[in-house]
T-cell receptor, first 114, second 111 residues
């Protein structure tokens, strides 16, 4: 049971480079999320997708774009990386079951922008 | 805007001690509260979820309570072990489709 998977695990970029972080879930969940985690800031929502074909901005969307490719996959793209985007990025998914909105997280991608 | 606070930020206890981690929130209009564990360099593992209509949930040595009227949740860990050392995060789901996280309590259980 893979749950939520993310690739790559680590990445180093130079300022101005672009990259896409990949996320996939095998739990047939409708909702998927991208968070970033920074020391002292907690986890902050970047974008989310309530269902296939829809995406919405979260708390810190600037500098990012997302694509909900299908029900399983939700990617995060940095078009022109900046040092302020150095962070750990987590993907999560959830499904509303009998009033429970439990989120499941992937292992994270550690991104450094130099 | 929901604000979630976890105090203390760090805690060190001897093995075998019972302990309580605290989570406070400002908006009681929540659907559920979720407790997570995060090991260094790893992702988040869901420990317990308490729905708005519930008062507590238990899993093994863990017990989480929810008091919406006072804006508080506690995570009780019985008979702590070195393997319990990790950062514990609480997160609330309110209206909309996202969780609001606290900044966590870093727990160290010493031999």
């Amino acid at each position: 049971n893979a749950g939520v998977t993310q690739t790559p695990k680590f990445q180093v970029l130079k300022t101005g480079q672009s990259m896409t972080l990949q996320c996939a879930q095998d739990m047939n969940h409708n909702s998927m999320y991208w968070y970033r985690q920074d020391p002292g800031m907690g986890l902050r929502l970047i974008y989310y997708s309530a269902s296939e074909g829809t995406t919405d901005k979260g708390e810190v969307p600037n500098g990012y774009n997302v694509s909900r490719l299908n029900k399983r996959e939700f990617s995060l793209r940095l078009e022109s990386a900046a040092p302020s985007q150095t962070s750990v990025y987590f993907c999560a998914s959830s499904e509303a079951l009998q009033g429970r909105y439990e989120q499941y997280f992937g292992p994270g991608t550690r991104l450094t922008v130099t | 805007k929901q604000e979630v606070t976890q105090i203390p930020a760090a805690l060190s206890v001897p093995e075998g001690e019972n302990l309580v981690l605290n989570c406070s929130f400002t908006d009681s209009a929540i659907y559920n509260l979720q407790w997570f564990r995060q090991d260094p360099g790893k992702g988040l593992t869901s420990l317990l979820l308490i729905q708005s209509s519930q008062r507590e949930q238990t899993s093994g040595r863990l017990n989480a309570s929810l008091d919406k009227s006072s804006g508080r949740s506690t995570l009780y860990i019985a008979a702590s072990q070195p393997g319990d050392s990790a950062t514990y995060l609480c997160a609330l789901k309110g209206g909309g489709n996202k969780l609001t996280f606290g900044t966590g309590t870093q727990l160290k259980v010493e031999l």
